[in-house]
C-alpha cells in the first residue's frame, strides 16, 4: 500500500479551491508587506482573506502554531511568529501561509522585499524563487524525490547561495504535512517515486551565508546560524501523470 495520500476526484477538486484561495490570500498580504505595517497587522489580513473566502487557516492552531500565517524577517528561515514587529525598509520577509477548504490541505510561501533592499538581497530571493520554478518543471508521475531536491540544490548552487538543508518540502492532503520529506539537497535518480494525483509542497529554504540554523527563544523561529538572510518560497503541486499543476 501506497505511503503517499492518492486523491480522488472530489479531493482533487478541494486541493484546487483551496489553493485558489491560498494563492490570492498571499498576493493580497504580499501586496500589504510595506515599511511600516507590523508582521500582526499581515496576519489579520491573511486570517480574514481565508476565512471570507471560505477557507480555514491551517497554520492556526497546529502543534500549537498561534497565527494563521508565518512572517520570517530577514535571518529567519521559517516559522516566525507575527506580532508588533514593524517591517522596516530593506526587509526581506517570508510569508508562508497554508488553507484548508473541503478537508485538503495547500501550503505555499513567497518571500518579498519591504522597499529597497541590498542588491545581494534581491539576487537571493530571484534565485531562490527561480529555483523552486526549476523544480516544479520536471515534476510528473513517476519522478523521483531525489530528482527534485537535486534540481533545487543544483539551481541555488549554481547561483552562489547555500540550501537550508535541515528544512526540508512534504507531502500534502488531508493533513499539513505527509509521506514524503522533500529535501532541498540530494541526487537524482534516488528517493521515493511519485505517484500521479498526490500533493506536494516543494519549498526551496536558502541562505546567503551558512546553510546551518538555530532555534529561536520562542520555540517556533528558525534563524541561520550565522545570522545571514534567508529566502523561502513554495508551491503546493498537483502530481499527473503526464505532468503537474501548480495549485498555489
Excluded at 48 to 72: M, N, Q, W
Excluded at 137 to 147: E, L, N, Q, T, Y
Aim: with cysteine.
Amino acid at each position: 500500500m501506497s505511503r503517499f495520500q492518492i486523491l480522488t476526484a472530489a479531493e482533487m477538486e478541494a486541493a484546487r479551491e483551496s489553493g485558489r484561495i491560498l494563492r490570492s490570500c498571499l498576493e493580497e498580504v504580499s501586496r500589504r508587506a510595506v515599511p511600516g505595517v507590523t508582521t500582526g497587522e499581515l496576519d489579520r489580513i491573511a486570517e480574514d482573506f481565508i476565512r471570507s473566502h471560505g477557507g480555514e487557516p491551517a497554520f492556526k492552531g497546529y502543534h500549537g502554531y498561534p497565527a494563521s500565517l508565518c512572517v520570517s524577517v530577514n535571518d529567519e528561515c521559517v516559522h516566525g511568529i507575527p506580532g508588533a514587529r514593524i517591517v522596516k525598509e530593506g526587509d526581506v520577509i517570508g510569508l508562508d501561509c497554508g488553507v484548508f477548504f473541503g478537508g485538503i490541505c495547500t501550503d505555499a510561501c513567497r518571500t518579498v522585499i519591504a522597499g529597497d533592499a541590498s542588491p545581494r538581497a534581491a539576487e537571493l530571493v530571484a534565485a531562490t524563487s527561480r529555483a523552486l520554478e526549476d523544480a516544479c518543471a520536471i515534476i510528473r508521475s513517476g519522478i523521483r524525490v531525489g530528482d527534485i531536491s537535486s534540481r533545487v540544490q543544483h539551481s541555488v548552487e549554481g547561483a552562489g547561495f547555500k540550501c537550508v538543508y535541515a528544512l526540508t518540502g512534504h507531502g500534502l492532503g488531508k493533513t499539513l504535512h505527509q509521506y514524503p520529506d522533500i529535501p532541498n539537497v540530494g541526487e537524482a535518480h534516488t528517493g521515493p517515486m511519485v505517484p500521479a494525483y498526490t500533493l506536494l509542497a516543494v519549498e526551496p529554504i536558502t541562505s546567503m551565508g551558512s546553510d546551518a540554523i538555530r532555534e529561536g527563544d520562542d520555540g517556533w523561529t528558525i534563524h541561520t546560524r550565522d545570522g545571514a538572510v534567508a529566502a523561502h518560497f513554495e508551491h503546493t503541486v498537483l502530481v499527473l501523470p503526464e505532468g503537474h499543476e501548480i495549485l498555489a
